[in-house]
């Protein structure tokens, strides 16, 4: 018999109303959290986009709940194809980097930042979507002032076919490419 949560995602939609009950419903004990995390994580299972969509907005929410989990996120970030669960993975990306950026946030390991920029990196030069992109971008923005390499290596990648990309990504890599100058 599945469970509850699995029930939740099983007929849960894109509709951010339907999302939303989802992350709810999960954010509500750990055991949902976890049973959550453990199907996105999951990337060859039949709900691992749908799991990804509601996970995203419990990072939105309460990203320290995703705390215990920054690991196997960032063992998956990497494997991660399918466009439908990349981009909600790279927006949790996103919001890791800016909580690492700020006082009292979370606090990355160099090791998981390593992996997220690598993949992130990744995201950028490979044929994905533009809003995997645009949080890629932002988020190594971030990790940039970290490591100032990361600056020299967005630079080039964000002007890159420029002109050949869609007019929401270059509205993100001209914002990105103002604020490095």
Request: hydrophobic share 40%; proline share 2%; glycine share 2%.
């Amino acid at each position: 018999m599945n469970s509850m949560i699995y029930q939740k995602i099983e007929g849960s939609t894109a509709h951010v109303k339907s999302r939303v009950m989802v992350s709810n419903f999960a954010m509500k004990s750990e055991e949902n959290l976890k049973e959550l995390i453990s199907i996105a994580f999951d990337i060859s299972h039949e709900l691992h986009v749908k799991a990804f969509w509601s996970l995203d907005l419990v990072g939105e929410k309460k990203l320290k709940l995703l705390v215990p989990y920054i690991d196997e996120f960032c063992e998956v970030l990497p494997k991660i194809k399918n466009d439908s669960s990349l981009r909600p993975a790279t927006r949790i990306a996103m919001f890791l980097t800016k909580s690492n950026h700020r006082k009292n946030g979370i606090n990355l390991t160099k090791e998981q930042e390593h992996i997220l920029i690598e993949a992130l990196i990744d995201r950028l030069i490979q044929d994905e979507k533009v809003a995997s992109k645009a949080y890629a971008m932002k988020a190594l923005f971030v990790l940039g002032k970290k490591y100032d390499w990361i600056y020299e290596e967005l630079k080039p990648i964000l002007s890159q076919d420029y002109s050949n990309h869609s007019a929401g990504y270059k509205a993100a890599a001209r914002n990105i490419l103002k604020r490095l100058k």
